[in-house]
């Protein structure tokens, strides 16, 4: 059972950065698709970064302009979300999420794709 822990939310004014850490424990060197989603009041989840495992392709949200970058501690299995430029249309609680690579795929962005979610961390931005 692979379990996702999320930390570094904070709140932080329009323009800020922040860097979200996922931290993946019981993967047994399996190897997994991982993404963050975040979710406003309201809202639907929505995909914000994801990474394929197979080639290392990495995938963001539109608008996000070069301003997110996903990277991966593999030796510490911590996967880390950087965002600058933050907006305040950018707030919600943010999910780090897996699931074992090579089963249903319902595009990397989509919350369907993946079976393991973790609690949250909260980002709020104001303006």
């Known amino acids: 059972q692979v379990q996702l822990r999320e930390s570094g939310g904070a709140a932080v004014e329009a323009g800020g950065s922040l860097r979200l850490s996922c931290a993946v424990a019981?993967?047994?060197?399996?190897?997994?698709?991982m993404a963050w989603f975040r979710q406003a009041p309201g809202k639907q989840r929505e995909g914000v970064a994801a990474i394929s495992p197979n080639d290392g392709r990495k995938w963001y949200v539109a608008g996000s302009d070069g301003r997110f970058t996903l990277s991966q501690d593999t030796k510490k299995a911590i996967l880390y979300l950087q965002m600058n430029g933050l907006k305040p249309e950018e707030s919600g609680m943010y999910y780090c999420?897996?699931?074992?690579?090579?089963?249903?795929?319902?595009?990397?962005?989509?919350?369907?794709?993946?079976?393991?979610w973790g609690q949250g961390t909260q980002v709020t931005v104001s303006s």
């Open positions: 999420a897996a699931v074992l690579y090579g089963g249903d795929w319902y595009g990397d962005l989509h919350p369907r794709t993946y079976t393991y």
């Open positions: 019981g993967a047994f060197d399996r190897t997994y698709r």
